[in-house]
């Protein structure tokens, strides 16, 4: 149980264009997702909190007019990474917590990841 | 916010030997410390956890060490193999009730030399 994936696995786009990853939460409802960054050999940033049926938490320094974040559902979450530049080329987690197949919901299910190149 | 720094960086260890890596946490609200591989271009796996009640963790060759008044805790492995080797990565995180974000540290890129 407890399965995140992600969609796509890969995208290549050019630069300008907007790019759209998907977090789905596969067999639980996910109340609160989290979306990552991490470039390589670094660690995982934390760019902002999705929040199923409210506006998204964003943190310091992440333009949130750049990177859209929608959780309409309580299984998808979607980032929209809007006129996409090389520099915002790097690899894209998402992650859920499944409050209730977890007593205490602490522990985070990740995605696959996302590989975002842009030309 | 919470700032959780981890040491070493990198680390060579000869098969069969300990590893060690530590981490030090900002943020006594911080009650959650899971310890996560990662290999090259794969999701984080988390590998053990511990909570803030709870001083030491152990799963097989795998072990945890929490010291809450000084905010460090440790990853231990023993008996390393080879397919130990990867990216190790510390977390430290504030209760879901207050947004349950994690803190990651930087990593730590362990070798297991045969």
């Known amino acids: 149980g407890a399965v995140v994936s992600q969609h796509p696995s890969r995208v290549i786009c050019k630069s300008g264009t907007s790019v759209k990853i998907e977090c789905r939460s596969l067999?639980?409802?996910?109340?609160?997702m989290f979306w990552y960054r991490q470039f390589p050999k670094q660690s995982l940033m934390l760019m902002a909190t999705?929040?199923?049926?409210?506006?998204?938490?964003?943190e310091q320094g992440v333009e949130k007019d750049k990177f859209l974040i929608n959780h309409a559902s309580l299984t998808l979450s979607t980032l929209t990474v809007t006129s996409a530049h090389p520099e915002d080329s790097s690899f894209y987690i998402c992650?859920?917590?499944?409050?209730?197949?977890?007593?205490?919901?602490?522990?985070?299910?990740f995605g696959p990841g996302t590989r975002l190149t842009v030309t | 916010g919470e700032n959780v720094e981890q040491h070493p960086s990198t680390l060579s260890v000869q098969e069969g030997d300990s590893a060690v890596i530590k981490c030090t946490y900002s943020?006594?609200?911080?009650?959650?410390f899971p310890w996560y591989k990662q290999e090259l271009g794969k999701r984080p796996q988390l590998i053990i956890d511990?909570?803030?009640?709870?001083g030491e963790k152990k799963d097989q060759r795998i072990a945890v060490t929490l010291n809450k008044t000084a905010k460090h805790f440790s990853l231990h492995i023993t008996e390393t193999q080879p397919e130990d080797s990867a990216v190790y990565f510390c977390?430290?995180?504030?209760?879901?009730?207050?947004?349950?974000?994690?803190?990651f540290g930087d990593g730590t890129t362990l070798t297991v030399k045969p």
């Open positions: 977390a430290a995180s504030i209760p879901p009730t207050n947004a349950g974000k994690s803190t």
């Open positions: 999705s929040n199923e049926g409210s506006k998204a938490t964003y």
């Open positions: 943020d006594s609200a911080s009650n959650y």
């Open positions: 067999d639980f409802q996910a109340t609160t």
């Open positions: 511990i909570r803030s009640n709870v």
């Open positions: 992650s859920a917590r499944d409050p209730i197949r977890d007593r205490e919901p602490y522990e985070q299910y």
